[in-house]
């Protein structure tokens, strides 16, 4: 089943989150579009994620997609928890302020999605945060977007154009 599972595609972005003084970077693979009108996107988090209190408590997260030549960053920010190191500053990244969040945007990234949080489900063992977006913006239109197939920690592929 698993193996069987494994075959879905995988988005790789990172979540930003907000609160308090406190910017944060969480990977996040299961993030999707769910609804055209309004403009609705889906993370799911596990409530044991530094993330799970930030955006719990501010109610916004930004989604930054990131480019096939990210993959570092990705690992990153995917592998230590933001309760224990300064992700952003660690990683040296350029942030922006958010137009309409107060969740900064990541510069060099594919795209930012802003999102304000419309509802959460909960589901097994991760919570989905529905989020409205309510701004985007594209930072590098040239560049292809990283993505994870058959996951096994650490590997990434690029997308087929
Ligand atoms: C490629 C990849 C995808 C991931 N996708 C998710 C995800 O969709 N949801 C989630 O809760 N954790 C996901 N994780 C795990 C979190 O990124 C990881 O636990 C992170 O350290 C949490 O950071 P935080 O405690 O600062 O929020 C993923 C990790 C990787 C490497």
């Keep these: 089943m698993k ?13 930003g989150s907000f609160h308090e003084g406190r910017h944060n970077l969480m990977t ?3 993030v999707s579009q769910v609804s055209f009108k309004p403009l609705l996107v889906m993370v799911s988090i596990a409530p044991e994620r530094f993330t799970y209190e930030l955006v719990s ?3 916004e997260f930004v989604v930054s997609i990131l480019a096939a030549d990210q993959a570092e960053i990705a ?24 137009k309409t969040v107060k969740v900064p945007l990541l510069e060099d990234c594919l795209a930012n999605l802003e999102c304000r949080v419309a509802a959460t489900h909960p589901a097994g063992d991760h919570v989905i945060f529905i989020g409205e977006v309510v701004g985007g913006e594209v930072q590098r239109p040239e560049a292809e977007p990283l993505v994870v197939r058959d996951w096994k920690w650490g590997r990434y592929v690029k997308a087929e154009a």
């Design 3 to 15: 193996t069987a599972l494994r075959q879905l595609p995988w988005p790789v972005t990172l979540i």
């Design 75 to 98: 690992q990153f920010c995917g592998s230590r928890s933001g309760r224990d190191v300064d992700k952003v500053r660690a990683l040296g990244l350029k942030t922006l302020p958010g």
């Design 57 to 59: 408590a501010s109610g």
């Design 28 to 30: 996040a693979s299961w």
